[in-house]
């Protein structure tokens, strides 16, 4: 029991503060650490913050202008929709009757077909786009169905 308690005593007085230079080391290490760790954590704290700031705005920039792109394509559309149902051309085939020749009717359906892809020809996304006359009749980007 003495042998284990002088043991204990010599690990600590040759471990910790044996000697005025270890004394002096731990306290000038536990000096510069402290502050050190105390700007380190308010520099990661304030970069979190900024980092948050930035992906937060950029998020919400990115989604105004997503939603502009999406008014504007809708515009484009109405425009185009508007542009096809106030052409004459239109207005006298979907106006037509449905008994009439079948030339005429070929030749009203090629003609709807023309002005529908020269209208859509700007909108890659557009498959397929469709004219209901009062008749009854369609007509297509890729004629009468």
Do not use: C, W
């Not at 979907?94 to 700007?122: H, Q, V």
């Amino acid at each position: 029991m003495n042998r284990l308690k002088k043991l204990v005593e010599k690990i600590k007085s040759s471990l910790f503060f044996s000697s005025m230079r270890t004394k002096l080391t731990l306290s000038y290490l536990l000096l510069t650490f402290i502050p050190i760790s105390i700007i380190t954590v308010f520099v990661f704290d304030v970069s979190i913050n900024t980092l948050k700031n930035e992906v937060s705005a950029y998020v919400s920039n990115t989604l105004e202008q997503t939603s502009k792109n999406i008014d504007n394509t809708f515009n484009q559309l109405y425009n185009m929709a508007a542009n096809i149902g106030l052409n004459s051309s239109i207005q006298r085939i979907l106006k037509s009757d449905a008994n009439r020749p079948i030339e005429e009717k070929l030749k009203d359906d090629e003609t709807a077909s023309e002005i529908i892809k020269n209208e859509a020809k700007n909108f890659t996304n557009i498959e397929s786009l469709y004219l209901f006359s009062y008749n009854g009749e369609v007509y297509s980007l890729n004629g009468s169905t």
